[in-house]
């Protein structure tokens, strides 16, 4: 779908009286919805894989003494769930989707209409976040059933970790998004993120069982502070200096990348 298709979906969606940012966002998130649902590649990527991947990793955390930091295996292999969520289903696929939209015109076509610059990011991200969080949804629901997860003892701090974990994601998808050149170079400028928090923020290993010098320095990492909430929600054994400072640190990585976004996204295709 074309730029000024997209622009002409929005305006349809909202009968032709797109007046306030919340309806201006919603025709915008409901043709993007679109344009995912006709992308196999993007919904792969989006829902299938995160899905997928934790699989993998039950046979490594049976292999660990996870219970000698008073973790079971259910409360290793959620946490990790929803990082895979929120790396492959949010932060990669909307790395992709705000890369093609660039390439096609669609976003500078956008800002010559009433959408606002935060309107069109926040617009083009909505659905993917919207299928970050049902799909940690459907996470819970089979970690309770399948793996004897109970009840989240402080689910404030679950719900917080979650939300700040996908706000930070989709801001640091438009920062990556920023310096790559296209579609196909998309799964290289992500690799990052990626590969590091998956070794180091506790999504593969449990910081817990980090040494501690190296243990610190991971939960400084973008997503270490998102899995430490959730999976202090679970525990309830997170303490509240430890659960102020992986909020800070959230908010930390989330004011840079949203500060680099204003200052470096581009709009225009990369030539």
Do not use: N
Request: hydrophobic share 55%; net charge positive.
């Amino acid at each position: 779908m074309s730029g000024t298709t997209m622009q002409d979906t929005a305006g349809r969606a909202t009968g032709g009286t797109v007046t306030t940012p919340a309806r201006r966002m919603a025709a915008l998130a409901r043709a993007e919805l679109t344009l995912l649902g006709r992308s196999r590649s993007t919904l792969l990527m989006a829902v299938l894989v995160p899905l997928a991947l934790p699989v993998s990793l039950a046979p490594t955390v049976d292999g660990m003494h996870v219970r000698d930091v008073g973790l079971t295996a259910g409360l290793v292999l959620l946490p990790a769930a929803i990082g895979f969520s929120l790396l492959f289903g949010v932060y990669s696929a909307l790395t992709v989707i705000y890369t093609a939209r660039r390439e096609e015109l669609a976003l500078k076509r956008l800002r010559t209409g009433e959408l606002r610059d935060v309107e069109i990011l926040g617009g083009t991200a909505l659905p993917v976040l919207v299928t970050g969080l049902v799909q940690s949804a459907v996470l819970v629901a089979g970690s309770t059933a399948l793996l004897d997860v109970p009840a989240p003892k402080a689910p404030l701090l679950a719900v917080l970790g979650l939300l700040s974990g996908l706000v930070m994601c989709a801001a640091l998808a438009a920062v990556t998004a920023a310096a790559t050149r296209s579609v196909e170079s998309a799964q290289v400028t992500t690799a990052p993120v990626v590969l590091v928090s998956m070794a180091g923020s506790g999504v593969a290993v449990p910081l817990e069982l980090l040494p501690h010098g190296l243990a610190s320095a991971c939960a400084s990492l973008p997503l270490s502070p998102v899995i430490t909430l959730i999976r202090g929600g679970w525990t309830g054994a997170l303490s509240t200096h430890d659960a102020l400072g992986a909020v800070g640190t959230a908010l930390a990585w989330t004011a840079l990348a949203v500060f680099a976004v204003r200052r470096w996204f581009r709009w225009e295709p990369r030539r």
